[in-house]
């Protein structure tokens, strides 16, 4: 840290000697010293000759050159100038101009002697500064502890939370799996159903079908004998000798009766009430559940007629 002295040397190094303020922009002449750029240019016009404000040399030309480190090391010192500046302006009274020795715990706020006799803090309690900052410390170190074990206690329950999150997703995921797991039995457990249940409507359809397609056949059989019996018949009816007419007329009743059958339609319907759709799902929906109650994961098989 800079003295005061060392402060004030180093300022006199930065300090235009024309505008007597710090330099801008400077430059150096060929004789050594520097100016302000802007400084120098109006003196030489004001002059109308190019010498050296300080040593009175005189140059054919005006060649100023930059002095890069010398405008960093204004910078610098005129910063460490006005930190010093507001470091003295914040230790003294703004209204006494006196050193701030006292805290007047009332206000809440750094005062100076003179200030504790002043009629607005005559009835306040006053503490020397060095006395408040240990005892203003105390206190904040407590809130600190305290702040300290909440911030611990905070981040165990965050952990804890972190946990419970962690919990619950693994949960999720393990349901998840067991979900699609259960809707894959179930899927199977359907498909084996429709199976079984179109191969149940595929063989009560050829039963019904079978007899049908005899009885049609019998039918057939009939209509073929009885269209031969009519042929015959017109044959007879054609027929110009008695004798014979009346021979062949004592076979006609018993030939057609021997050969004719007595039959009717057969008539016979598939069973619908049972492949209706709501007696499927509610039978499918109640098997299913049987299926998964138990615990089955094997292949299941059922039947609807049970």
């Avoid at 007419?245 to 059958?261: G, S, T």
């Amino acid at each position: 840290m800079a003295s005061k002295e060392q402060a004030e040397s180093l300022t006199e190094e930065v300090i235009c000697s024309i505008c007597l303020d710090f330099f801008a922009d400077p430059v150096s002449l060929e004789c050594g010293h520097n100016f302000c750029r802007s400084c120098i240019t109006r003196y030489w016009e004001r002059e109308e000759r190019n010498s050296c404000p300080e040593c009175r040399e005189e140059f054919a030309d005006r060649t100023l050159r930059a002095s890069r480190a010398l405008a960093n090391l204004t910078q610098k010192v005129r910063n460490l100038n006005l930190n010093r500046e507001g470091k003295e302006s914040k230790r003294h009274c703004e209204e006494h101009e006196e050193e701030l020795k006292l805290f007047c715990e009332t206000d809440k706020t750094l005062i100076c002697v003179i200030c504790a006799v002043a009629e607005e803090h005559r009835e306040h309690r006053f503490r020397p500064i060095k006395e408040a900052v240990n005892i203003y410390k105390d206190q904040l170190k407590s809130s600190l502890d305290s702040l300290t074990k909440k911030n611990l206690d905070f981040q165990e329950k965050e952990q804890q939370q972190k946990e419970k999150i962690s919990g619950v997703q693994e949960q999720s995921h393990s349901l998840q799996s067991h979900i699609t797991s259960q809707f894959a039995e179930l899927r199977q457990i359907i498909t084996e159903k429709e199976q079984s249940l179109l191969r149940d409507l595929r063989e009560e359809e050829k039963r019904i079908l079978d007899t049908m397609e005899k009885n049609l056949l019998a039918l057939q059989e009939n209509i073929r004998i009885i269209q031969e019996e009519i042929t015959k018949l017109k044959e007879q009816m054609d027929q110009k000798d008695g004798v014979i007419f009346l021979k062949e007329e004592a076979h006609w009743n018993r030939r057609i009766n021997d050969n004719v059958q007595e039959l009717a339609v057969t008539d016979e319907t598939l069973p619908v009430e049972k492949f209706d759709h709501l007696y499927l799902l509610n039978t499918v929906l109640r098997e299913t559940l049987d299926a998964i109650n138990r615990g089955k994961t094997t292949k299941i098989h059922f039947s609807l007629f049970n």
